[in-house]
């Protein structure tokens, strides 16, 4: 029988007041984010090869998410923390969202990710979750205007999420420099 782990290990990634951890948060739960919005994109009335290309963006972000939900457990164990990394499925969007307003949102959230990719990889000291993030921030800054221009013709501009998903889904980076916290996080 497994033995459950003490109350004062189990605490969210806000509570420990980690930068890293909070950025991790939040680009697992974007990337899951994005993984359905495209995934919702491709099922809409585009020609073959632009839902082909939604649909590739569903896979890589699905495959970015689960690489940092392994850096993030890697970061927690050597916090001393058991908690399990948010997103371990992509939200539900099919229902909610027509395809044209699921390819604005995913542009909107891939716009954020790549801002905060291009920043954070350099404050972060592990070499390997850092060269991660580094190629993130590649990635996104070359599919980006492809994706934006595939848009247009169908008047589809980035759009924003919903408030309250909006504010799951905030880049870490601007609180971070508002708040003053210390950017470069190490564990021992």
Request: glycine share 6%.
């Amino acid at each position: 029988m497994p033995t459950e782990a003490p109350a004062s290990t189990l605490a969210p990634s806000a509570d420990v007041g980690d930068p890293i951890l909070l950025f991790l948060d939040r680009a697992i739960l974007r990337e899951r984010r994005m993984e359905a919005l495209w995934k919702r994109a491709s099922r809409g009335p585009f020609p073959e090869e632009l839902r082909e290309t939604l649909r590739f963006e569903s896979y890589e972000d699905r495959e970015h998410a689960r690489i940092l939900r392994r850096h993030r457990g890697t970061y927690v164990r050597a916090l001393g923390l058991l908690r399990r990394a948010p997103g371990s499925r992509a939200s539900k969007v099919g229902r909610t969202l027509s395809a044209a307003s699921a390819f604005g949102e995913a542009l909107s959230l891939k716009a954020a990710s790549r801002a905060e990719y291009t920043g954070m990889w350099r404050l972060i000291e592990d070499r390997f979750l850092r060269k991660f993030v580094q190629v993130l921030a590649g990635a996104e800054d070359r599919s980006l205007p492809a994706l934006l221009e595939a848009a247009r013709p169908y008047g589809i501009r980035p759009r924003a999420p919903s408030a309250e998903r909006a504010e799951q889904l905030q880049p870490v980076l601007p609180l971070l420099l508002a708040s003053n916290a210390p950017l470069v996080s190490s564990v021992a």
